[in-house]
Nanobody, 118 residues
Framework: QVQLVESGGGLVQPGGSLRLSCAAS????????MGWYRQAPGKERELVAA???????NYAASVKGRLTISRDNAKNTVYLQMNSLKPEDTAVYYC????????????WGQGTQVTVSS
C-alpha cells in the first residue's frame, strides 16, 4: 500500500506560479511511476505529467513548457512547478503513484484545488 499526501494548491492570478508537492509513504521502495492528474468541473480526470523510476517524463501537450515535474527519491516526494498559469489550468490536482509499468498507477492522493483567476 502507498499513501499520498498533496500540498501547495491555492488561488493565483493568471500568469502566476504555484508549486505542488506530494509525499509518499508506505511501500515506497516499490513505486515505479509518480505523477499528477487534474479534474476540472464536468470533465474527466486527465494526465498532467508523470515521471517513472528511470527518470522518463510524460507531459500533457497543454502544459509543456509551463509545468515541470520533478522527483526527489530521497524524500519520496514528487513536485509540480506550475508557471505561466492560465484560467484553464483551474482544477483539482491529484497525485498518483503506481508500482507497475504505464503512466497511471493505482494509488491516489486526496486532491488539492488550484484556481487561476483574477
Amino acid at each position: 500500500q502507498v499513501q499520498l499526501v498533496e500540498s501547495g494548491g491555492g488561488l493565483v492570478q493568471p500568469g502566476g506560479s504555484l508549486r505542488l508537492s506530494c509525499a509518499a509513504s508506505g511501500s515506497i521502495f516499490s513505486i515505479n511511476v509518480m505523477g499528477w492528474y487534474r479534474q476540472a468541473p464536468g470533465k474527466e480526470r486527465e494526465l498532467v505529467a508523470a515521471i517513472n523510476s528511470g527518470g522518463t517524463i510524460n507531459y500533457a501537450a497543454s502544459v509543456k513548457g509551463r509545468l515541470t515535474i520533478s522527483r526527489d527519491n530521497a524524500k519520496n516526494t514528487v513536485y509540480l512547478q506550475m508557471n505561466s498559469l492560465k484560467p484553464e489550468d483551474t482544477a483539482v490536482y491529484y497525485c498518483n503513484a503506481g508500482l507497475r509499468g504505464g503512466w497511471r498507477g493505482d494509488y491516489w492522493g486526496q486532491g488539492t484545488q488550484v484556481t487561476v483567476s483574477s
